[in-house]
């Protein structure tokens, strides 16, 4: 997608998120996708990290490390604006800063580039994951749009997975492939995990974009989706640590 059509979802996936935080009867409902946090946990989660990534865009490609930011506000009803204001930095400085410009992210070792480009592809993958997991406390989940979906599936292979890493295990190519028609390939060996076009994988992983991204983001387990061949390999990128 084009820039301003990355920062156009975050700015709805947001909203979407604030109205599922303004639907609950209450902050403290627990959250069942995110063990051990409640509905304000994940408010605050959501809002404070968008305020320190639109510092740690502000500081430009000099910085070394990620922005820290004050916390959020401890009375509720300060939430929704002080989320939306979350946002609003976030994308002002992302505009203000562009695609192209040179930014500090934790994916150096990355298929992803260091790019605030990046850093607003990723934001979006956040906070339409959050808003799913919001919707879901309230017992409505809504898919993840089709858009946003498949967006979300080369932007989490190419930022969590594939990259100059050692995969420790025997070496096997694995895809996902979108019921929109849309497929990834990785291949995992002790030299690096690629992202690539589909080939001859040893197992794949069959649904919807949206599935696939709740999957990869550990929303939804592997038996909701179809899957093809050795499942073992898909067992073990769930539990891989790239940094290890």
Same mark, same amino acid.
């Given at each position: 997608? $084009?820039?301003?059509?990355?920062?156009?979802?975050?700015?709805?996936?947001?909203?979407?998120?604030?109205?599922?935080?303004?639907?609950?009867?209450?902050?403290?409902?627990?959250?069942?996708?995110?063990?051990?946090? #409640?509905? *304000?946990? *994940?408010?605050?989660?959501?809002?404070?990290?968008?305020? +320190? @990534?639109?510092?740690?865009?502000?500081?430009?490609?000099? +910085?070394?490390? =990620?922005? #820290?930011?004050?916390?959020?506000?401890? %009375?509720?009803?300060?939430?929704?604006? @002080?989320?939306?204001?979350?946002?609003?930095?976030?994308?002002?400085?992302?505009?203000?800063?562009?695609?192209?410009?040179? !930014? @500090?992210?934790? @994916?150096?070792?990355?298929?992803?580039?260091? #790019?605030?480009?990046?850093?607003?592809?990723?934001?979006?993958?956040?906070?339409?994951?959050?808003?799913?997991?919001?919707?879901?406390? *309230?017992?409505?989940?809504?898919?993840?749009?089709?858009?946003?979906?498949? /967006?979300?599936?080369?932007?989490?292979?190419? #930022?969590?997975?594939?990259?100059?890493?050692?995969?420790?295990? %025997?070496?096997? +190519?694995?895809?996902? !492939?979108?019921? $929109?028609?849309?497929?990834?390939?990785?291949?995992?060996?002790?030299?690096?995990?690629?992202?690539?076009?589909?080939?001859?994988?040893?197992?794949?992983?069959?649904?919807?974009?949206?599935?696939?991204?709740?999957?990869?983001?550990?929303?939804?387990?592997?038996?909701?989706? =179809?899957?093809?061949? /050795?499942?073992?390999?898909?067992?073990?990128?769930?539990?891989?640590?790239?940094?290890?």
């Amino acid at each position: 997608m $084009e820039f301003p059509e990355v920062l156009r979802l975050i700015d709805e996936r947001s909203t979407a998120f604030r109205a599922a935080v303004a639907a609950a009867p209450g902050f403290d409902v627990q959250v069942p996708t995110c063990p051990g946090w #409640t509905l *304000l946990d *994940l408010a605050r989660h959501v809002g404070e990290g968008r305020f +320190a @990534w639109a510092a740690t865009v502000a500081a430009g490609p000099d +910085a070394t490390g =990620k922005a #820290t930011v004050q916390g959020a506000p401890v %009375e509720c009803e300060a939430l929704p604006d @002080w989320l939306a204001d979350s946002t609003q930095a976030l994308l002002d400085e992302l505009r203000q800063a562009g695609p192209d410009r040179a !930014c @500090w992210t934790w @994916w150096a070792a990355s298929e992803s580039p260091q #790019t605030c480009g990046a850093v607003a592809r990723h934001q979006l993958q956040e906070v339409a994951v959050h808003t799913y997991d919001a919707q879901l406390t *309230l017992g409505a989940p809504m898919p993840l749009p089709a858009a946003v979906a498949l /967006d979300g599936v080369d932007e989490f292979l190419a #930022t969590c997975c594939a990259g100059a890493y050692r995969w420790p295990y %025997e070496p096997a +190519a694995v895809a996902y !492939c979108t019921t $929109e028609g849309a497929s990834w390939q990785l291949s995992l060996a002790a030299d690096g995990v690629r992202l690539g076009p589909l080939s001859a994988p040893d197992a794949s992983l069959h649904g919807t974009a949206s599935d696939l991204v709740l999957a990869l983001y550990g929303r939804i387990p592997l038996d909701d989706l =179809k899957l093809d061949g /050795d499942r073992r390999h898909f067992d073990r990128l769930v539990e891989w640590d790239p940094d290890d």
